[in-house]
């Protein structure tokens, strides 16, 4: 078939057929098959494979839980954080209705314990005794081992309840537990928000500038993260004193270098972009051209990052207070209760158990949800099911 320009002369040979073995096309014949759906932009194709994923939503569910708790709990107990009673030492746990079953019903086997005292009502006032379990002589004296309700032997009044049991100075444990995650998260959210911060700030301007803009950065940032981290916390902890700010600061020393390093790298890997060069080549001011244009391709990677750093924060900071590194007492932290309870881990384990339990489940959660939205804002991914 030969090719016409439509802007030359018709060839001899054409000139004389009829209009009417012409066809005349336009482009408003040529339609576009629609769309059967909407359009979806990216972060609403990553929320919906998010919500559809059961790795997530659990998670998510769990760590919501525990934020309101840790916000509703410390209210409505009836008890504060810091109140003390000698006459409520070491209780163990009761709940109401689960006591019916046997399980945290406020009693505490007694061993070694004289027979002859059983009758005693000094000793064994408000007839506590529920069980003789074991009886034994020793060189003659008859001993036992015997079952009593706890909360009767320290004459505690009708109804009262301590859902996780009390400390050595009579504290409760449930107000305690959820009033240091409280303080946990605040901690664990405000160092990631402040390393996220410094990260890309550093990152930016590292990644963008280049040349040796970038290898004083980069050199600088090295030689911090070579530095001992237990070590320069600790100094930062003994120079600024204990409390809430000083451990934020503590976290925050070498916290953002893992996020200037991956905001680096994508600078590197979008600055040299066509819009990036168009834009720059129209006058468009370096701090536009950061964090407007190239900044936002960084959000999905930055995002699951924050997200992965959470627990990290609250591990580390339960380390410090392991260590007598946390916050001013009385106030509590998840660390602070590992490290009481760890000193009557033998005597009373419930005062491990149930701190030792909220933070397996909180990183646990918080790990979990990390690891789908990071494959829930993969962009490789985008439209599977």
């Known amino acids: 078939m030969k090719y016409i320009d439509p802007k030359q002369p018709l060839p001899e040979e054409l000139s004389n057929l009829p209009v009417s073995v012409f066809e005349s096309l336009h482009q408003d014949d040529i339609k576009d098959e629609k769309f059967k759906t909407k359009p979806i932009g990216f972060f609403k194709d990553a929320f919906l494979r998010l919500t559809k994923s059961k790795f997530a939503v659990i998670p998510f569910i769990i760590i919501v839980l525990i934020i309101l708790g840790s916000i509703i709990v410390p209210n409505i107990s009836g008890y504060g954080f810091n109140d003390q009673n000698v006459n409520r030492k070491n209780l163990p746990p009761k709940i109401p209705f689960v006591e019916k079953l046997g399980i945290a019903d406020g009693t505490r086997v007694m061993k070694n314990r004289k027979m002859d005292n059983l009758s005693n009502e000094d000793m064994y006032p408000n007839d506590c005794i529920i069980e003789i379990l074991r009886e034994f002589e020793v060189n003659g004296v008859a001993m036992c081992d015997v079952k009593i309700d706890y909360y009767a032997y320290c004459s505690t009044e009708e109804g009262e309840y301590h859902w996780f049991g009390t400390d050595v100075l009579g504290r409760d444990l449930l107000t305690r537990l959820f009033r240091g995650t409280r303080i946990s998260l605040i901690i664990a959210f405000v160092s990631v928000l402040t390393n996220v911060f410094i990260g ?3 990152g930016a301007v590292s990644g963008y500038y280049g040349g040796k803009v970038d290898m004083l950065l980069t050199h600088f940032a090295e030689v911090l993260d070579g530095m001992p981290y237990v070590v320069v916390t600790i100094l930062f902890m003994l120079l600024l004193g204990s409390g809430i700010s000083s451990l934020i600061v503590a976290l925050c020393i070498t916290g953002w270098i893992g996020t200037s390093r991956l905001i680096r790298a994508q600078f590197y890997r979008f600055k040299g972009r066509e819009y990036v060069l168009a834009a720059r080549t129209l006058g468009v001011p370096d701090r536009t051209l950061i964090f407007r244009h190239i900044l936002p391709n960084c959000i999905g990677p930055l995002i ?38 760890q000193r009557v881990l033998l005597q009373y384990p419930y005062q491990t158990f149930f701190p030792a339990v909220l933070i397996s489940v909180l990183m646990i959660a918080f790990n979990l949800f990390s690891n789908s939205l990071r494959d829930a804002l993969d962009p490789t991914k985008r439209g599977e099911e």
């Open 304 to 341: 699951t990052r924050a997200m992965i750093s959470i627990p990290g924060a609250i591990f580390s900071e339960s380390f410090l207070a392991y260590i007598g590194l946390g916050i001013k007492p009385p106030n509590p932290s998840i660390g602070i209760l590992l490290a009481d309870g």
């Open 200 to 202: 890309v700030v550093y």
